[in-house]
């Protein structure tokens, strides 16, 4: 059972474009959404991070969208660039009970 | 300064040996983690400790036994190694309080069992 989906599953876009990842989630006791940004041959690094009580959060070229009625969030990145090719993870979290759950994992490849 | 660090980076090894992972983080975190990155970048919880106490262990099998001496090390020892087990072993950490949410991973071990 997979507590948390994402897609699309890889990701090409154009240097310059907005690459846009989906996440769904089942539980609703999960109070905290971090997405991780992952290079080769590196561990997962927080990228941005959204609680329920907020819609939307941006950190420079990087927005969290969060549905909470939908139990859908996603991750906008705008202005992509080379060095954004990486694996991105959505996450959730009762931070209660201390676990992180990850979605799959979209790679993204940012061609110039 | 490396905040998580494990040991080694990469492990190769034959079925049915016992081998360790050695983790650090000099954090002065509460909680440390170890997750299994399979082929598919698919990244599992196996172990929480918080305070060298077991809190979360998910159903991983009884060859796999972490092990934490005092709250800044979080060790995996893996006995009679199966080619299944063959994937990259992230250690992880965190504050540990409701706020503080950030959890740092190490650079990863790459286990390849032959």
């Known amino acids: 059972q997979q507590q948390v989906k994402q897609s699309p599953q890889s990701l090409i876009v154009q240097k310059g474009g907005i690459s846009i990842i989906n996440c769904a989630y089942e539980?609703?006791?999960?109070?905290?959404f971090p997405w991780y940004q992952q290079f080769p041959g590196k561990g997962p690094a927080l990228l941005i991070a959204?609680?329920?009580?907020?819609s939307e959060k941006k950190e420079g070229r990087f927005t969290i969208s969060f549905n909470k009625s939908a139990k859908q969030f996603s991750l906008h990145i705008m202005d992509s660039q080379p060095g954004d090719s990486a694996t991105y993870f959505c996450?959730?979290?009762?931070?209660?009970?201390?676990?992180?759950?990850f979605g799959p994992g979209t790679s993204l490849s940012v061609i110039p | 300064d490396t905040a998580v660090s494990q040991t080694p980076k990469y492990l190769v090894t034959q079925m049915g040996n016992d081998k360790s992972i050695k983790c650090e983080q000099n954090?002065?975190?509460?909680?440390m983690y170890w997750y299994k990155q399979d082929s598919k970048k698919f990244l599992k919880i196996m172990f929480s400790?918080?305070?060298?106490?077991?809190?979360i262990n998910e159903t991983v099998p009884n060859r796999f036994s972490p092990k934490s001496p005092d709250k800044a090390h979080l060790n995996l020892h893996i006995n009679s190694l199966e080619l299944g087990d063959s994937a990259v072993y992230f250690c992880?950490?965190?504050?540990?309080?409701?706020?503080?949410?950030?959890?740092?991973f190490g650079q990863g071990t790459r286990l390849t069992v032959v």
């Open positions: 992880a950490s965190r504050a540990g309080d409701l706020y503080n949410t950030e959890a740092f």
């Open positions: 539980n609703t006791a999960f109070d905290y």
């Open positions: 959204i609680r329920p009580d907020v």
């Open positions: 996450a959730a979290m009762k931070t209660s009970y201390d676990k992180v759950i």
């Open positions: 954090l002065g975190h509460d909680t």
């Open positions: 400790y918080n305070n060298k106490e077991l809190i």
